[in-house]
């Protein structure tokens, strides 16, 4: 799949932290030649994936691997809280109509009677799967290559910035994936009776505006969603180095896997609050700039004010904090199924300590 980073994973700066799995009863590796990998030395983690790994990590069956992840944990989530989204994105479009989330649920549609809660699942559940193709699976392969540029100490020295940069690009692809089908999902859940489903939207869409109906709210959707996953990524990836350090009351590598689990449940409820506030207000300008045909990104943003991009920020944070946290549980549930290598939270390199140790 990125065969031109092979180099750079055998030789990630993450080798010490994020080492190969040594499987509890599993044959030893005797020679790094058997691994194409050099061996980390005095360091094992327990393979609370699977008895033996399904492939090596950094190889490009790790970033495939790592990308059917994003398939289904972001696919699978983002389809369950359409009804949810469908609120929300009426919230955010029409306050004098839609007071609040739970009389969002109970207005009736002008033609038709209430809502219908599965309104754009078609293209949420297709639009979501290629973003998360991208999202993960690029992620994991520019952290690798950022890595390697940074070198192993300043690898660790830098992580924060490091998980920041790479979720930051891999965002930027998958948005464009997402664009088209996150365009249709709003024309059909805010525009009222422009159409039922995916498959009639498109061809209206096409007519109307022309290709630039689909892509009109990409740099809005970058502005949305590029913080929220910089948010999502980051903070999920520190907040398991707390929890393991401060919280959870034995090493991760007594862990059983239901408690590596619950930990990555906890660290990712709590990135995805973060991600609902930083992201709202161009999740606002996204959904106000599908609804509305030729407007601009700018002329939305003046017509909502300060006060109207916040609209609907109760139910996105609901919505984004349990996305985020069932997206990083399916992702890691995914990573135990397939045997993908499961790296415990970086710790820093001994040659840093022995230059700390020094001073």
């Not at 030893?28 to 061996?39: C, F, G, I, K, Q």
């Not at 392969?141 to 540029?149: E, I, M, S, T």
């Not at 949305?224 to 996953?229: A, C, E």
């Not at 506030?277 to 161009?282: E, F, N, R, Y």
Request: charged share 20%; aromatic share 12%.
């Amino acid at each position: 799949m990125f065969s031109t980073f092979y180099e750079t994973a055998r030789n990630s700066p993450f080798r010490s932290p994020l080492g190969q799995v040594q499987c509890e009863g599993a044959p030893a590796v005797t020679s790094s030649h058997e691994l194409d990998l050099e061996p980390v030395h005095a360091r094992q983690i327990s393979a609370a994936a699977a008895t033996v790994d399904s492939c090596e990590f950094g190889s490009n069956k790790y970033f495939a691997l790592c990308g059917i992840g994003g398939i289904l944990s972001c696919g699978t989530t983002h389809t369950f809280v359409v009804p949810l989204d469908l609120v929300k994105c009426r919230l955010q479009v029409d306050q004098a109509k839609y007071k609040n989330l739970f009389h969002g649920f109970k207005v009736p549609e002008r033609r038709g009677g209430r809502p219908r809660s599965g309104q754009g699942l078609v293209p949420t559940l297709l639009g979501y799967s290629a973003q998360g193709l991208c999202k993960f699976g690029l992620y994991e392969l520019f952290k690798v290559k950022y890595a390697n540029l940074l070198g192993e100490e300043n690898s660790y020295l830098y992580r924060t910035s490091l998980y920041l940069a790479a979720s930051a690009s891999a965002e930027f692809f998958a948005d464009i994936a997402l664009a088209p089908f996150e365009a249709a999902k709003v024309k059909i859940q805010t525009v009222p009776g422009f159409a039922n489903t995916f498959r009639e939207a498109v061809p209206k869409m096409l007519k109307d505006e022309g290709i630039n109906a689909f892509y009109k709210g990409l740099v809005p959707l970058w502005m949305r969603q590029i913080p929220y996953t910089m948010m999502k990524f980051a903070c999920f990836e520190r907040t398991v180095e707390l929890l393991y350090k401060y919280v959870v009351p034995k090493p991760r590598v007594e862990c059983s896997k239901g408690e590596q689990l619950v930990v990555t449940f906890a660290a990712g409820y709590i990135a995805g609050v973060f991600c609902a506030i930083v992201s709202h207000p161009a999740d606002v300008v996204v959904s106000k700039l599908n609804q509305s045909k030729g407007a601009s990104a700018v002329s939305v943003a003046k017509s909502l004010g300060f006060s109207g991009m916040w609209n609907g920020l109760t139910p996105r944070i609901i919505m984004i904090g349990t996305l985020t946290a069932l997206q990083w549980f399916i992702y890691d549930g995914v990573k135990v199924a397939l045997g993908i290598p499961r790296p415990p939270p970086p710790e820093m390199p001994a040659s840093l300590k022995a230059k700390l140790e020094k001073r």
